[in-house]
């Protein structure tokens, strides 16, 4: 039986000089593997020809993007993908023009980011450019070939040809997994050898998580998968906007 492959990655809408996307830190674990890549384009294609996996390898995604859109826009998020593929360029500019064009310049939440405390990228005030900048490219290329992808937590069915898409919330993540308040990319080696001692990770792959917070962070993503439940709330409104994965666990533990 094949075993799940899976991926976390971090999110950046920063251009190069030419405008076109910088390319995403990618974190593969495959088993007890761990290894890192650049990933050109987010894309079935892009994916399976940068990590050199066989076609009949189950990947699993988790993307620190924004997947699903506010219930008061009164459109699905597959419908807000349609409407950014003729949206013009990448980075601030684009990211920006798009969801003010989106949100009719007003502030949205979803109700899984009021209840993390994430940040919408709907927010003007003050500007999300990380967040909003970084969605804008997951979803433009997603858009592109949004048949190769499927988001369980909007209730989308996963077939065989499908990446499930996960969202991920890095800091929720690093709170969750390792019980610390902030990012601490620093310290991330040794809470892997404390933890996780069974993961092979490579002295060069600790270097770089020491010293790349962007890697640090597509880590905690790809670990999420292996050590969160992926089940959403029943919640109709949940299934329309979206879930965070590990979110359900943060509810419970404030419950008790």
Not at 98 to 115: C, D, M, N, T, Y
């Amino acid at each position: 039986m094949t075993k799940d492959v899976y991926i976390g990655i971090d999110q950046t809408g920063a251009v190069n000089r030419l405008g076109k996307p910088k390319p995403l830190p990618l974190c593969l674990m495959e088993g007890n593997r761990v290894e890192f890549f650049y990933l050109e384009t987010f894309s079935k294609e892009s994916i399976f020809k940068t990590l050199k996996l066989s076609p009949t390898q189950k990947i699993v995604a988790c993307v620190d993007c924004v997947l699903g859109v506010p219930q008061e826009l009164g459109l699905t998020w597959r419908k807000a993908l349609e409407l950014i593929k003729p949206w013009e360029g990448y980075g601030q500019e684009s990211a920006r023009s798009f969801f003010l064009k989106l949100g009719g310049g007003q502030i949205f939440s979803r109700r899984v980011e009021i209840q993390s405390r994430a940040n919408s990228v709907f927010k003007e005030h003050p500007f999300q450019k990380n967040i909003q900048t970084g969605t804008y490219r997951f979803w433009k290329e997603i858009a592109s070939s949004s048949e190769d992808f499927a988001v369980p937590f909007l209730g989308e069915v996963v077939t065989a040809e499908k990446i499930p898409l996960y969202e991920g919330y890095p800091t929720l993540s690093w709170k969750l997994i390792f019980g610390v308040k902030c990012r601490m990319p620093d310290r991330l080696p040794m809470l892997i050898e404390k933890s996780f001692p069974d993961l092979v990770v490579s002295q060069e792959s600790l270097s770089l998580l020491k010293s790349d917070p962007n890697f640090a962070d597509a880590f905690v993503l790809a670990l999420s998968l292996k050590q969160f439940g992926r089940v959403s709330p029943q919640e109709e409104v949940f299934r329309i906007e979206g879930w965070i994965l590990g979110q359900d666990i943060e509810v419970s533990k404030n419950q008790n």
